[in-house]
């Protein structure tokens, strides 16, 4: 069964992990994407640069976050092999955990424009 320890020691890799949460971070772009009407309200463009900005915006975050995270590492732990690539996957996973936060952002908005509802309601339907 040696086959299974190597699949699992893959999968807890930091190249795979850097991959996945940076393919669900597109596929999420791309789903909320799919939403926008097409020129009515909303301008694509100004849609896909708020993407852009919000992924930026959380890969900055993760990076910083494993940079500081590589600084406290004590000196007698032996640190990653491959330093660059675990601040490949921060970043990735960073963007990615960006995006879980536009459910919360929605909510709020709800809350405090209701009449956004309706909005969303007809932008379900069509």
Do not use: K
């Not at 971070?25 to 909303?42: I, N, Q």
């Amino acid at each position: 069964m040696r086959w299974i320890r190597r699949a699992a020691q893959g999968t807890d890799g930091d190249l795979v992990q850097a991959w996945l949460y940076g393919g669900l971070t597109l596929a999420v772009d791309l789903w909320l994407l799919s939403f926008v009407p097409d020129g009515r309200d909303h301008d694509e463009r100004a849609v896909a640069a708020f993407l852009v900005f919000l992924a930026s915006a959380g890969a900055l975050a993760g990076f910083g976050l494993g940079v500081l995270r590589g600084r406290r590492r004590p000196n007698a732990t032996p640190g990653p092999r491959r330093p660059a690539l675990r601040l490949v996957r921060c970043a990735t996973t960073g963007a990615f955990y960006v995006h879980l936060v536009l459910p919360a952002a929605l909510a709020v908005d709800v809350v405090l424009h209701p009449d956004h509802v309706i909005a969303y309601l007809m932008l379900l339907g069509s």
